[in-house]
């Protein structure tokens, strides 16, 4: 039998995840997690906590001028791309009786961008841009608080046997469960990510394609993506290797075809291990969280999944576990 207290942890659980996808509040909930979990990762070295905070600090400003660095560099990017690879895509169509309502570069942009619906949606991702950057310092600023604090509030000044006290130990373990599952599925999904963005790094050098530093940390971005961020990572790395030439786009779709199969025995090995959940289960999740709060939903979904899993693997407890006297047993029949 589930204590009250325990009752009003599991009810908190779930009203905060209803609120993080219902106000859309998942970015800075995975930055939280994730500053977190670098953090906990740093320390682990020795030092101190506010050495273990300063080369965190380094580190985010490293990671947010690449992010910065990658959206520039793709946004100068893509016009060339396009022009690269429209040739050989009007010639397949041509070839194939297809008939597309745009000629050269010049038609397509009028066609997808010269309407004032295009203008409403640049104001829309714009907005949402500074909101989800506003909401990346937060989260950043509140793990390094509670990494510094070690606490998620200050000691409660009342007497222990209370429901809030009781209460808040039990939202304390939930939270501490939700972490460890967190990082159960970030730090094997990190392992698979270096270990893919590696092996790509090496081909997209070794064939020399255009835009190196922007397609590796496109791989490496979606890498942290279960499943889908190889199909994304994939197809940019393709429609690159097709403005070369349709040969380098098929030796490119072999080699990442290969990479996908030894992605296979990596997750049996790490992720399987760890999190053990079926592949049509994390397919699901993944569609589910991605309908509710978009791409930071489907990084959220395995995470959840395995929380849950590890909330309902507890062993429950007995009375005589709880400090609780059992009832006596009834006398034998006669």
Request: neutral net charge.
């Amino acid at each position: 039998m589930i204590t009250n207290p325990r009752r009003i942890s599991y009810a908190f659980i779930f009203v905060l995840l209803v609120f993080v996808g219902w106000l859309h509040l998942a970015t800075p909930l995975i930055t939280v997690l994730f500053s977190y979990f670098v953090l906990k990762r740093i320390h682990q070295f020795g030092r101190s906590k506010v050495f273990t905070a300063v080369v965190f600090s380094l580190l985010m400003a490293a990671v947010s001028y690449s992010m910065v660095f990658f959206v520039f560099r793709a946004y100068e990017a893509l016009p060339e791309l396009i022009e690269k690879a429209l040739p050989l895509v009007l010639g397949i169509a041509t070839e194939h009786g297809i008939n597309l309502p745009f000629k050269d570069y010049e038609t397509l942009r009028a066609t997808l961008f010269d309407t004032p619906q295009d203008l409403a949606r640049a104001g829309s991702f714009l907005r949402v841009s500074i909101f989800e950057a506003a909401a990346f310092i937060i989260g950043v600023v509140a793990a390094v608080s509670l990494f510094l604090s070690g606490r998620l509030e200050s000691e409660p000044h009342f007497a222990e046997n209370n429901l809030y006290t009781l209460s808040w130990v039990e939202i304390t373990e939930r939270f501490r469960t939700f972490f460890h599952s967190f990082s159960t599925v970030m730090g094997a999904q990190l392992i698979i990510s270096i270990i893919n963005t590696t092996l790509t790094a090496i081909f997209i050098l070794w064939v020399d394609l255009p835009y190196p530093r922007v397609t590796i940390l496109l791989t490496f971005f979606c890498g942290l993506l279960p499943i889908i961020g190889n199909v994304m990572s994939n197809t940019v790395i393709v429609g690159i290797a097709l403005t070369v030439s349709p040969h380098m786009a098929l030796l490119s779709l072999t080699f990442l075809v290969v990479l996908h199969k030894l992605e296979y025995f990596l997750n049996s090995k790490i992720i399987g291990s760890r999190i053990k959940n079926p592949m049509w289960l994390t397919l699901l999740g993944l569609i589910l969280g991605e309908r509710l709060m978009g791409i930071p939903g489907m990084i959220l979904a395995p995470v959840v999944l395995h929380y849950i899993k590890a909330e309902a693997s507890r062993n429950i407890l007995t009375a005589e576990e709880r400090g609780e006297t059992p009832a006596p047993s009834p006398p034998p029949a006669a």
